[in-house]
């Protein structure tokens, strides 16, 4: 009986693992984000502190990884961020809390969708202008 020659290594399981548990914490954050996005309620500090704290909170996310795995999506205590009602604002940041991107991410990709709709609306009303039979 021989072994195989190659065996992954336990430093790449565990990228596999922080892969699966990141896109796992996104789709979470996604999910609560919408629920806010569709009232077209926007992300402000207090908001965006709430997601989180439901996030990491959410017992399906805690029971498909383990305790290490959830401490690294966890914001260091001396991170701190507003908790204000004022719109979030990183400015030119890019070193965010993974909950923190993932929502805001969320939010971008609202605000594109719905400047496409109303680009698209805009074209089609002005298509319809353009006909003076309106047909």
């Not at 009232?39 to 996310?61: K, N, S, Y």
Request: net charge negative; hydrophobic share 45%.
């Amino acid at each position: 009986m021989s072994l195989p020659t190659e065996l992954p290594r336990e430093h790449d399981l565990a990228a596999l693992r922080f892969q699966a548990a990141a896109r796992d914490l996104e789709h979470i954050v996604r999910n609560i984000a919408q629920r806010y996005i569709v009232r077209q309620v926007p992300l402000t500090w207090r908001l965006l502190h709430a997601i989180e704290a439901e996030a990491l909170a959410d017992l399906g996310f805690a029971s498909r990884h383990d305790a290490l795995m959830l401490g690294l999506f966890q914001r260091p205590g001396d991170l701190a961020w507003p908790e204000t009602d004022d719109a979030v604002d990183f400015g030119q940041s890019t070193a965010l809390p993974a909950v923190f991107a993932f929502a805001v991410s969320a939010y971008e990709r609202a605000a594109q969708c719905a400047e496409e709709t109303r680009r698209q609306t805009e074209h089609t009303h002005a298509a319809r202008r353009a006909r003076a039979w309106g047909g």
